[in-house]
């Protein structure tokens, strides 16, 4: 199987390079220049421990910051920041006080009051720093309401000055990058809001039992402050006053609330896992109170650009990004307390810089703009930043090519382009990554909704055509087993000390990956057209919907 798709691959490159004109001579010249030492040098920098993990916020995030912007200016870029280089994104900080957090569950036999980190865990409030509220509680599914596919688990209840009981994710009747929609915080909270609920408390699927235990949730509580991005009005992204109270519990605690209640807690693992919609007021009241802290901070994303070719369409942009920012310095493991992010997301923000470098010296018809994005560890917030304030007219980005922890830990056979198939960029990049021996494949696991998690999704919701290019799950090498090689990075080195230089790194993929990355740039920049979303495409009539 494996040796077939990389027959396959070898073949297209034939095909791609026969045409010879002179732009695709003077790209190829560019293109040569990606080699393994200038990837290296970049890595090296970003993935040391003197950046103490790049944390959004701190120095050694100023340090990549500043080292991505010299990389620009050294290739001649130009700067594409509100102020050179940097675009400020002005930050909150929130951090429950753990000392200060209570819930209380009212029935009539009397009070009881739940033990914070053993029962539950609280989230912070990012604006008030004292405030509580008291509901009465409805089990409501994963409070997915999609009537484009016939599914509601609010059914006609009422669940005005109710606190929700539900969980995350999607029902899988929806199809995958619908599902992501659905299933994502915003639409669930837009919901909500809409309907009058006041709380929401998590449950915990099988699933979800099984991925994070609840003792790691419970030592984590209250430990890390969670972040947000303040708009020109000072109000922070994504806050909902509406919801005055939000706790998730331990499977312990979900077993004895729900079990004098018209459904039990296996009854609601049964339900998810059937899609079953099974909401039912529950006939108990809580009270949830907590205090919160708060701080204000602010982090650059990093932006640069080339100046396109044609007077036509220099004013329109494609734009490559790449988290920079990761998680810092925390929890020892094996003597090691520093989280270098050296696949996350050192490696692909060093693709980014050599993208660059290599498009400088072959500046295609329309505009180039290269973002090291902060924030993303903390929830897409540089990347959600700037689409929301684009330093050029969102009207004129034309697409969004995004790099998040690319792995080459073996051979690599093929690429998945996550959101390919919902616009015309996907045969385009096929033809891209053909041209460098991959073999395109559709996503792999649609059901992680990969698509929404990282930054191209900010993008996508501006209305932007968009994909997020990663290394396949396919090895060239048969002997080698791709899936559980990704399986045991995911376990042992994702999110710890260990993502660091020392990991592996198949050179020959890595740059071929890189040259395949600056193509599909080129030749989105080139084409007479700008990228269209499919006919019909759900994410293309949702966020740009014909005028
Ligand atoms: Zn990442």
Known sequence: MNKILAAAGAALVLCACSENTEENTSIDRALSTITKDAIYAHLAYLADDALEGRLTGEPGHDKAAQYVADRFAEFGLEPGGDDGWY???????????????????????????????????????????????????????????????????????????????????????????????????????????????????????????????????????????????????????????????????????????????????????????????ASVPLGIEVTLARKTNHEQLSSPNVIGVIRGTDPELADEYVVYTAHLDHVGVGVEVDGDDIYNGMYDNAMGTAIMIETARALAAAPPRRSIMFIALTGEERGLLGSDYFANYPTVPVDSIVANVNIDMPLFIYPLADIVAFGAEHSSLGPLTDTAVAAEGFILTPDPIPEENIFRRSDQYSFVRRGIPAIYLDPGFTSTDPDIDSVAMRTDHRHNHYHRPSDDLSRPIDWDSAVRFTRANARIGWGIANDDARPTWNEGDFFGDKFAPEP
């Open 87 to 277: 675009q400020q994104v002005p930050l909150q900080s929130y951090l429950i006080d753990t000392e200060n957090v209570s819930l209380v569950v009212h029935r009539n036999s009397g009070d009881t009051e739940l033990s914070y980190r053993d029962d539950y865990t609280m989230s912070a409030d990012m604006v008030r720093s004292e405030n509580s509220v008291r509901g009465e509680l409805v089990y409501i599914g994963r409070g997915v309401h999609a009537p484009d596919y016939g599914y509601s688990d609010y059914g006609d209840i009422d669940v005005a000055g109710k606190i929700l009981v539900g969980y995350s994710g999607g029902p899988d009747i929806i199809p995958g990058d619908e599902r992501s929609f659905y299933s994502s915080s915003q639409t669930k909270h837009d919901e909500m809001v809409a309907r009058g609920a006041v709380g929401w408390i998590g449950l915990r699927s099988r699933q979800s039992q099984a991925n994070s235990p609840w003792e790691r949730s419970k030592k984590a509580a209250g430990t890390k402050a969670s972040m947000t991005w303040v708009g020109l009005s000072g109000v922070p992204d994504s806050y909902y006053p509406e919801i005055r109270g939000a706790a998730s519990l331990s499977p312990a605690a979900a077993t004895a609330l729900l079990d004098d209640t018209p459904i039990s807690f296996e009854e609601t693992l049964d339900a998810i896992e059937a899609s079953t919609v």
